[in-house]
């Protein structure tokens, strides 16, 4: 059943107009979302003493069913949907989740209230105990066994190190390090640095992959906090504790990520950085054993801020000179307090055309709006979330102009998986095409 058919629309558009006394949370149940729903709610205690949070826990479809691999599960948002019908629902206030978990696209209604500044984003390699002494993954024995649960991580780790074999696995992080603890199968495992980093078992990992061994996932170690759009009390008290540049960040990523139409069915990889408001966003996509990779790269400058309309002209990573879509620059009377002028009224149209006015002049009162990506961002940084959004945009563009739509559907075509969290079952009838040919840029 779709999301929207679950609750009424007209449910999620009264606006709020005061802050309850207490705020609910949703969170899923496992130690992990409980800890970052926590550090969530720890954040929000610094800045507002007087708030009681109930934290309301709840099981997802991705959660509850474990003897089936994801993909034969089938349907979008297998971790998010349950959380998110909640706040349709008015159950909660708003819900926090891992933000590489949450589809690029949000249900009509709902909005990403604040990014959490990002943790370590890359992957890591915990090994068995029997491998204490190696130091590096191609020190591993031929045909050791590596537990992950994603296709983008196979994909890459087979293109570097075809010397290693693959086994899904699934379960809570707990339940992971269980079965390499015990069940005697498995040499390594892969997961993502920041979920064992905030569980503080940071002595667990091996191995930390770099760049040039694993993209990472797009998000991956940022954390969002989702709540309604008309909310705009929730929206104001989670402002404070967005983290902008985080935000700019994986509003490239996941532009990048929803270009393509990856979601979480094929192996895609990004990685990037923001230092000084220079942007540089990279982006791959990878056949499903690793033997093809188209890889570009592209830097944007922030401060960027043309007049509203034009098209400048900016340099794709490919070598393609593209227009890109028109940025906002907020004019001087944009701020606080200052009435709504009919520039401001055309510029909110273009982020989000349905809004009310009354809702948008509730959080212009606050120097914040909501950016067209789904995610509530100060007024003045609007320019710059334009920009971020151009460069994912343009980053993908520039990979399916040279075959990525090919590569992907590919991977699609060869039913190995539906989503990118189930590893593929290797059909040993057929030829794997040889070993991986090495990484190289723009290759």
């Excluded at 890591?124 to 029997?130: A, F, N, R, Y």
């Excluded at 979480?264 to 499903?288: H, M, N, Q, R, Y």
């Excluded at 002028?341 to 989000?352: A, G, K, P």
């Excluded at 959080?363 to 909501?370: G, S």
Aim: glycine share 6%; charged share 25%; hydrophobic share 35%.
């Amino acid at each position: 059943m779709d999301l929207m058919q679950t609750t009424q629309h007209n449910e999620v558009v009264q606006t709020t107009h005061s802050r309850p006394s207490v705020i609910n949370v949703g969170s899923r149940c496992s130690q992990l979302a409980l800890c970052q729903t926590e550090l969530v709610i720890n954040r929000l205690k610094i800045i507002n003493p007087s708030l009681g949070f109930n934290v309301i826990k709840m099981s997802t479809k991705g959660d509850e069913i474990l003897d089936k691999a994801l993909s034969k599960i089938g349907g979008k948002s297998l971790f998010t949907k349950e959380l998110e019908v909640a706040l349709y629902e008015k159950k909660v206030d708003f819900v926090v989740h891992s933000l590489k978990d949450l589809p690029t696209t949000l249900p009509p209604g709902l909005v990403i209230g604040a990014v959490i500044e990002r943790d370590d984003p890359r992957d890591c390699v915990i090994l068995h105990k029997k491998h204490n002494a190696i130091k590096r993954l191609s020190d591993l024995p031929k045909g050791s066994v590596i537990g992950t649960s994603s296709l983008r991580r196979i994909s890459q780790l087979s293109r570097h190190f075809p010397h290693l074999t693959f086994e899904n696995i699934r379960g809570n992080l707990n339940t992971r390090l269980r079965k390499l603890d015990d069940d005697n199968k498995y040499d390594g495992i892969v997961l993502a640095v920041a979920g064992i980093d905030r569980l503080g078992w940071q002595e667990r990992i091996s191995l930390y992959l770099e760049k040039q061994d694993m993209l990472y996932a797009v998000s991956q170690g940022a954390m969002a906090v989702e709540c309604r759009s008309d909310d705009t009390a929730t929206l104001q008290l989670l402002s404070v504790i967005n983290h902008a540049e985080t935000a700019i960040r994986v509003t490239a990523e996941r532009t990048f990520m929803r270009k393509l139409d990856g979601g979480c069915s094929v192996p895609i990889g990004t990685w990037s950085t923001l230092s000084e408001d220079k942007l540089v966003v990279s982006g791959a996509v990878f056949s499903s054993n690793g033997s093809e990779m188209l890889f570009t790269e592209r830097e944007d400058l922030l401060t960027l801020a043309p007049s509203p309309g034009t098209l400048p002209m900016v340099q794709d990573g490919s070598g393609i000179t593209m227009a890109s879509p028109p940025y906002h620059t907020p004019p001087q009377n944009l701020r606080p307090g200052s009435p709504m002028s009919r520039e401001l009224i055309d510029i909110v149209h273009d982020q989000y055309p349905t809004f009310s006015l009354r809702t948008v002049r509730e959080l212009v009162e606050h120097n914040l709006i909501l950016h067209r990506s789904g995610i509530c961002c100060r007024l003045d940084d609007l320019t710059k979330f334009d920009v971020a959004q151009t460069s994912g945009a343009l980053l993908a563009s520039s990979l399916l102009s040279r075959g990525a739509k090919a590569v992907l559907d590919k991977v699609r075509a060869e039913g190995l998986v539906q989503n990118v969290n189930q590893a593929p079952v290797k059909d040993s009838s057929k030829n794997d095409g040889g070993p991986p040919r090495k990484k190289s840029k723009d290759s």
